[in-house]
């Protein structure tokens, strides 16, 4: 969403919110409307979660149990204002909500629901079975009426407290969305791999969507519990899960829009409902079926595709004013540009009693263009996949720069400078190919949540250098004509050159390219040939995995050849050419190296 | 397109291809004879990906038609095509990898299984002669081969739908040069046998090499077609995709 849309959709929730009190025709209906703000709070976490994070969560309404009951009974028992408990609520269920992310490293998808599921029903068999506490079923009745620092808030002003709590926080959620975090979370569902190899650390950030989505549903559950002076068990069960996460879906995942009008009509509809008295929820499941049906992405998402059939957005983006490559790979402060150094030694990977990597040893010299070649299924893929941490090694060791990497996770070794592409492209689909090349900046990014929140002047700059340096990079690989489209849209050809410049952004000081000329014309690869060298004269060190035997004797300072999982040969290119063994197990008579071979005998 | 010989076993008509609000392929016309090898080449982005889906049916047209066997196949999803004998290799090595090479081969055959079941084994022996990096590894998991590897299984799959015609999308994608020397005389040897088949190839020198014709792509239309050595030896195309020959040492 564009910067002037956000400040247009921000006003008219303000106005809407400012405008339905006078509206409201008796108590009833003005309750009903505090209700909805109360449900919009934990929708607008939840699509965090559920939007962006790409997790689903069926136990809400544990973590609104959580916030309203530490809200009733601190203010109860030990006369908490709203200000106090409300935050207590906050830090309460932010606490479950990362106990909640932590399975998040084991499972995903519907394990995940069932774990989240099982903590609801936890809670509110908690809820039940420890009467001392909770006061069992019959729940906790007369808690205080709210007030702030001896400030009482009855009646009008309970309502103005609920709508700027709620403004506030889709505010600061709108805008964690807008940065680096969200991005993250939409990286990290799309592909982790991909994620991970650039330096993210997927558990940090699952546990971040986790932790928000709780605290939004934590303070909800405290405003809750003060609306209500009166909370019980039977208000958190299964079915208000359920309900919360209809609201993210049915308004449409992963918009801000979406997640309130989610909660409003989801709050309404119920009430619209019951003049059909029996047929009521038969009523309500058909309904949202055919809706959804109707609607796949949601109401507000499908509105959203549907301005953009028709109204394409402008697919390109405008290079005036980008740094040059060289300051888009580099940090001004980091200094001068400086290739790294790896050096593996005695690699061994075994996969099932498979040696697939035997005793091997490699070194790429700074600022080198190092080959990687060998015939299909000679380790190739193995060995990146090991020095870039997603493969642990058997035996051997390897380091960069002198520092050991063994047993490093591939986060951590992509924060050293190490940055990879990948055999069958790992992009973030759904994210533009500007987006993509961002996330590749995000550990460059040094701003901390509350400057995302707030959008702190060091948010903005920071921003605004990463955006334009994915413009320079996005120009060096030739795609600035479609920096505004969905990386999934892109021919296989053009996501090879967005995954150079997406790695590029990560300021390493070595990339691993994973057959980046596969699927390219003869003319794209003379191309991808300049890139490479251009690449290596930034100062950058390169391990080419290429089958093109034509661009690795042309760019390569240095070849290693890999059969059966042991180096057979490593020499400069006119060595390897002429190398019987090379010639045996790899290049065949295809190779321009054999025919040279031919002519000579 | 010359008048003589049998009536084309695919026929392509103003094709047109849409992916939202852009227009990838627009007015494409093409014809494959019964027992022809046929390319299709052209840059990335140029829309030869999206030619072969239209005809496959993962895509469906925005207009045009797709006669084949002189019969309209314009609407029909992808797996009413496979069943009549129009069967395509897609890029990107799309394996199922849960699963072991051999149900990968099964599924392949999955419209003849039933039917066909002594023949179909057979014909796993055939393939894993033609491909004897997987052999041996019958019961291991698809996922667990090397990119290259998973390329042969993905255009042995192909081959066991028995199609009548065989489309298949970069084929060449990370095969080791010997290997892709192998391949691509077997394709030829295959079509000597008669299999008719369509295939996109970014190495555009290779795909002329063992084609009878071929058509080039540019910007979504048909900008060249003739005889495959008729192509090789033009210099527009020449430029365009084999690049300039660069000066050897």
């Known amino acids: 969403m564009s910067a002037r849309a956000t400040t247009i959709g921000f006003s008219l929730l303000a106005l809407f919110l400012a405008v339905v009190p006078l509206t409201a025709a008796n108590e009833y209906s003005l309750r009903l409307f505090m209700i909805f703000l109360i449900y919009a709070i934990v929708s607008v976490g939840l699509n965090v979660l559920v939007g962006l994070a790409g997790l689903v969560s069926l136990g809400q309404a544990g973590l609104f149990a959580v916030g309203s009951y530490a809200a009733a009974i601190l203010s109860k028992r030990y006369g908490f204002d709203l200000v106090a408990s409300g935050a207590a609520a906050i830090l309460v269920a932010s606490a479950f909500g990362a106990l909640l992310a932590y399975p998040t490293v084991r499972v995903r998808g519907v394990y995940l629901a069932v774990i989240t599921i099982a903590f609801g029903l936890i809670i509110e068999n908690v809820a039940i079975e420890f009467p001392g506490l909770t006061g069992g079923t019959t729940g906790i009745s007369g808690i205080p009426k709210p007030s702030a620092f001896g400030l009482p808030l009855k009646g009008m002003r309970y309502y103005w407290v609920l709508a700027v709590v709620l403004f506030v926080a889709t505010l600061v959620v709108h805008n964690i969305k807008r940065s680096k975090y969200g991005r993250a979370m939409l990286a990290v569902s799309q592909s982790e791999t991909a994620a991970r190899s650039l330096g993210l650390n997927a558990t940090a950030v699952r546990t971040f969507a986790f932790v928000l989505s709780a605290a939004t549903a934590g303070l909800a559950g405290a405003l809750y519990a003060f609306l209500n002076s009166y909370i019980s068990p039977d208000i958190f069960t299964f079915s208000d899960s359920v309900r919360f996460l209809l609201m993210v879906i049915f308004g449409g995942a992963?918009?801000?829009?979406?997640?309130?009008?989610?909660?409003?009509?989801?709050?309404?509809?119920?009430?619209?409902?019951?003049?059909?008295?029996?047929?009521?929820?038969?009523?309500?499941?058909?309904?949202?079926?055919?809706?959804?049906?109707?609607?796949?992405?949601?109401?507000?998402?499908?509105?959203?595709?549907?301005?953009?059939?028709?109204?394409?957005?402008?697919?390109?983006?405008?290079?005036?004013?980008?740094?040059?490559?060289?300051?888009?790979?580099?940090?001004?402060?980091?200094?001068?540009?400086?290739?790294?150094?790896?050096?593996?030694?005695?690699?061994?990977?075994?996969?099932?009693?498979?040696?697939?990597?035997?005793?091997?040893?490699?070194?790429?010299?700074?600022?080198?263009?190092?080959?990687?070649?060998?015939?299909?299924?000679?380790?190739?893929?193995?060995?990146?996949?090991?020095?870039?941490?997603?493969?642990?090694?058997?035996?051997?060791?390897?380091?960069?720069?002198?520092?050991?990497?063994?047993?490093?996770?591939?986060?951590?070794?992509?924060?050293?400078?190490?940055?990879?592409?990948?055999?069958?492209?790992?992009?973030?689909?759904?994210?533009?190919?500007?987006?993509?090349?961002?996330?590749?900046?995000?550990?460059?990014?040094?701003?901390?949540?509350?400057?995302?929140?707030?959008?702190?002047?060091?948010?903005?700059?920071?921003?605004?250098?990463?955006?334009?340096?994915?413009?320079?990079?996005?120009?060096?690989?030739?795609?600035?004509?479609?920096?505004?489209?969905?990386?999934?849209?892109?021919?296989?050809?053009?996501?090879?050159?967005?995954?150079?410049?997406?790695?590029?952004?990560?300021?390493?000081?070595?990339?691993?390219?994973?057959?980046?000329?596969?699927?390219?014309?003869?003319?794209?690869?003379?191309?991808?040939?300049?890139?490479?060298?251009?690449?290596?004269?930034?100062?950058?060190?390169?391990?080419?995995?290429?089958?093109?035997?034509?661009?690795?004797?042309?760019?390569?300072?240095?070849?290693?050849?890999?059969?059966?999982g042991v180096v057979i040969a490593s020499d400069i290119p006119d060595v390897i050419q002429n190398d019987p063994r090379v010639i045996e197990a790899y290049l065949g008579t295809a190779g321009s190296a054999a025919e040279k071979v031919r002519e000579a005998s | 397109m010359s008048s003589a010989g049998p009536d084309p076993l695919l026929d392509v008509r103003g094709l047109e291809i849409r992916y939202g609000s852009v227009v990838a392929v627009r007015g494409v016309d093409l014809t494959v004879k019964p027992g022809e090898l046929v390319a299709i080449i052209g840059n990335n982005g140029a829309g030869k990906t999206s030619i072969l889906r239209g005809i496959s049916g993962v895509v469906r047209p925005a207009a045009g038609h797709v006669l084949f066997k002189g019969k309209e196949t314009v609407a029909l999803d992808a797996y009413r095509k496979v069943q009549q004998g129009l069967s395509l290799v897609p890029e990107g090595r799309l394996v199922f990898a849960e699963q072991t090479i051999e149900d990968n081969f099964i599924l392949g055959a999955y419209t003849r299984w039933r039917r066909d079941r002594r023949a179909v084994l057979e014909e796993f022996d055939q393939l894993l002669t033609l491909f004897p990096q997987l052999k041996g590894r019958f019961r291991q998991r698809a996922g667990s081969l090397s990119g290259g590897e998973q390329q042969m299984l993905v255009l042995a799959r192909g081959l066991l739908s028995k199609p009548a015609l065989l489309m298949i999308d970069e084929m060449s994608l990370g095969l080791a040069p010997k290997v892709l020397e192998q391949m691509m005389t077997q394709l030829q040897e295959l079509n000597a046998k008669g299999q008719t088949i369509l295939l996109v190839e970014q190495l555009a020198s290779h795909a002329l090499a063992i084609a009878h014709r071929a058509y080039v792509v540019e910007h979504g239309r048909i900008e060249l077609h003739g005889p495959a050595a008729t192509l090789a030896g033009s210099p527009a195309v020449m430029e365009a995709f084999l690049g300039k020959k660069r000066k050897s040492a």
């Open chain 1, 254 to 564: 992963g918009t801000t829009t979406g997640s309130l009008l989610g909660a409003l009509i989801l709050t309404y509809l119920p009430e619209y409902l019951q003049q059909f008295q029996y047929w009521q929820t038969f009523a309500y499941g058909l309904l949202l079926a055919l809706v959804m049906y109707v609607l796949p992405l949601g109401v507000f998402g499908t509105i959203v595709a549907a301005v953009r059939r028709f109204r394409p957005q402008k697919r390109s983006v405008d290079v005036t004013g980008a740094p040059g490559v060289e300051d888009a790979v580099r940090d001004a402060k980091a200094g001068a540009a400086r290739g790294g150094a790896l050096a593996a030694n005695g690699l061994t990977v075994k996969f099932d009693g498979l040696v697939a990597l035997n005793d091997v040893t490699l070194a790429v010299r700074p600022a080198e263009i190092h080959a990687l070649i060998g015939p299909n299924g000679a380790g190739k893929s193995t060995f990146v996949n090991t020095v870039t941490g997603f493969y642990r090694p058997n035996a051997g060791r390897f380091e960069f720069d002198g520092l050991a990497l063994n047993g490093r996770p591939p986060y951590a070794i992509a924060r050293e400078g190490l940055a990879r592409t990948f055999q069958n492209t790992e992009l973030f689909g759904d994210l533009s190919v500007i987006e993509n090349v961002m996330v590749g900046y995000q550990h460059r990014l040094a701003y901390n949540a509350f400057d995302a929140a707030v959008r702190t002047p060091r948010f903005r700059a920071q921003e605004e250098r990463c955006r334009s340096a994915a413009i320079s990079l996005l120009a060096f690989v030739g795609l600035t004509d479609y920096a505004h489209e969905k990386a999934r849209f892109l021919p296989f050809g053009l996501q090879r050159r967005l995954e150079i410049a997406r790695a590029l952004a990560a300021s390493p000081r070595l990339v691993l390219l994973d057959e980046p000329a596969a699927g390219l014309t003869k003319r794209e690869i003379e191309s991808l040939d300049q890139m490479i060298r251009r690449i290596a004269s930034l100062g950058i060190s390169i391990l080419l995995i290429e089958h093109h035997v034509d661009l690795i004797m042309s760019v390569a300072d240095r070849v290693t050849v890999l059969d059966y």
